[in-house]
T-cell receptor
């Protein structure tokens, strides 16, 4: 089945540790996105990539890093510099940039202990 | 001011009722508009795109009012399965950056 796979689904991290969230898609989409969702708030864009080997900061990129070495993969690293990393992280892809449907993975819940 | 604002609700309605809610956006240059549905602790899924002329998909009707900068969603003959949070999504001049509202929660009771 075509879709987006995120892993891990749940992750616990100690303060000061970096953690990498995986996102893989087999939809052959050029555009990929990382969002963060906090209770009572809309999704906020962390990073997005329009094409392989290129990515741009979103609205809340500080404390995060990404890479886009392959079309199907867009991993997100939450670094120790991110002050409030506990959140629900959603990866998405689109075949039409922002004008078409976003397909989301099931999300990764990160909790910092 | 937030780019996209929604009434958080919750809207509690009986089965069979009609429920409607709006979403306002601040960027007059916005080009694309969507409603997504998100179930509790799940990922959002596209419900429908919103076109200038308005559009309908079964029991769901979406409208766009560019002059007043809002979009609306109306659900007729509500089902228990319609209980969810509905996210308003707006695309601006940069087609790759979409702005999400915080969502409107709808609960349909038997």
């Amino acid at each position: 089945d075509g879709g987006i796979t995120q892993s891990p689904k749940y992750l616990f991290r100690k303060e000061g540790q970096n953690v990498t969230l995986s996102c893989e898609q087999n939809l052959n989409h050029d555009a990929m996105y990382w969002y963060r969702q906090d209770p009572g708030q809309g999704l906020r864009l962390i990073y997005y990539s329009q094409i392989v080997n290129d990515f741009q900061k979103g609205d809340i990129a500080e404390g995060y890093s990404v890479s886009r070495e392959k079309k199907e993969s867009f991993p997100l690293t939450v670094t120790s510099a991110q002050k409030n990393p506990t959140a629900f992280y959603l990866c998405a892809s689109s075949g039409e940039g922002g004008t078409g449907e976003l397909f989301f993975g099931e999300g990764s819940r990160l909790t910092v202990l | 001011r937030k780019e996209v604002e929604q009434d958080p609700g919750p809207f509690n309605v009986p089965e069979g009722a009609t429920v409607a809610f709006n979403c306002t956006y601040s960027n007059s240059a916005s080009q694309s508009f969507f409603w997504y549905r998100q179930d509790c602790r799940k990922e959002p899924k596209l419900l429908m795109s919103v076109y200038s002329s308005g559009n309908e998909d079964g029991r769901f009707t979406a409208q766009l009012n560019r002059a007043s900068q809002y979009i609306s969603l109306l659900i007729r003959d509500s089902k228990l399965s319609d209980s969810a949070t509905y996210l308003c999504v707006v695309g601006g001049s940069n087609d790759y950056k979409l702005s999400f509202g915080a969502g409107t929660t709808v609960t349909v009771r038997a």
